[in-house]
């Protein structure tokens, strides 16, 4: 396989900036050259092209290996299981509105997924699906930023969402930041949630939760029983407070779209599941009113 002419350009550029010892120029033309399909290698008296593999594959979540962020202290991940329409089109409006990097964890084959990829895109395809909570610890595992979003595919960006959440997380006041949550409504026995609007809240939503990555992992993130998604968000945030951290409601650019995981899943399958994430949400926190913030 023969590397058009652009590419090349490229590793010229990269040669001469390394010559120059701006480094990080070329590690950007390198990204740039990754990006197009190809890994740059040095060698005595130049440089080689090498076809690159544009995404692994896994069968399982715990084979995965490290997904590297490149220069961004964000990244956006979202699993995708079917209704890839709606991942790319999710993808493109993050592009459009914010920096950041981007990971995609996709069940099966990526189809057109694969078009999306660039240098700040990366994919990684797993054949064998263990649920949602171990595909997001995962993500959560192997990605090299220190924070991390994880959003559903349904959620489109109409705005930069990504700055403002770093900013508050970065003040450390804040173990997570999201755009929908609430409190647990103590009147009904924790057996729903209000929402309250922006502030601080017991609970947020994985329609788009961004958080710093060390911390959820030391809260031990979400739990690897959550085979479906509903519900295991509020498990994971009461893990969160468990584990003194505090959750903040923001107002963010973002829109909600079908979500497929809910409306279109079988709904014997989808009750079921919901159900036993929620009954450990009230075996396991039910009563412990002291991890919750402040009422409102």
């Not at 497929?260 to 450990?280: F, L, M, T």
Request: hydrophobic share 40%.
């Amino acid at each position: 396989m023969t590397a058009p002419d652009s590419v090349h350009e490229l590793a010229i550029a990269r040669q001469a900036a390394r010559a120059e010892k701006n480094f990080a120029l070329s590690d950007q033309l390198r990204d740039e050259i990754a990006a197009q399909g190809y890994e740059v290698v040095d060698v005595a008296g130049g440089y080689e092209l090498r076809p690159k593999k544009r995404f692994p594959v896994y069968e399982s979540t715990r084979d995965i290996r490290p997904i590297n962020s490149g220069k961004f202290d964000i990244t956006a991940a979202i699993i995708v299981e079917g209704f890839h329409e709606d991942a790319i089109t999710c993808i493109r409006s993050i592009k459009s509105s914010s920096q950041c990097a981007i990971a995609v964890l996709v069940i099966g084959e990526p189809g057109d997924l694969v078009n999306e990829l660039d240098a700040r895109t990366s994919l990684v395809q797993v054949n064998e699906n263990f649920g949602w909570g171990e595909n997001a610890n995962a993500l959560l595992r192997n990605i090299t930023s220190d924070y991390v979003i994880i959003l559903d595919p349904s959620t489109t960006f109409t705005g930069d969402a990504v700055t403002p959440v770093l900013e508050e997380l970065k003040k450390r006041d804040f173990v997570a930041v999201g755009w929908r949550g609430g409190l647990v409504n103590l009147e009904d026995d924790w057996r729903s949630t209000d929402d309250k609007g922006p502030g601080e809240v017991d609970v947020l939503f994985s329609y788009f939760i961004a958080m710093h990555r060390e911390d959820a992992l030391a809260a031990r993130g979400f739990s690897n029983r959550a085979v479906f998604y509903r519900n295991a968000d509020i498990e994971f945030s009461l893990n969160l407070r468990h584990s003194n951290g505090r959750l903040l409601q923001m107002d963010l650019p973002l829109e909600q779209g079908r979500h497929h995981g809910y409306h279109d899943s079988d709904p014997e399958y989808r009750d079921a599941q919901s159900k036993k994430n929620y009954d450990r949400i009230l075996e396991r926190f039910r009563g412990k009113t002291a991890i919750l913030s402040p009422r409102r």
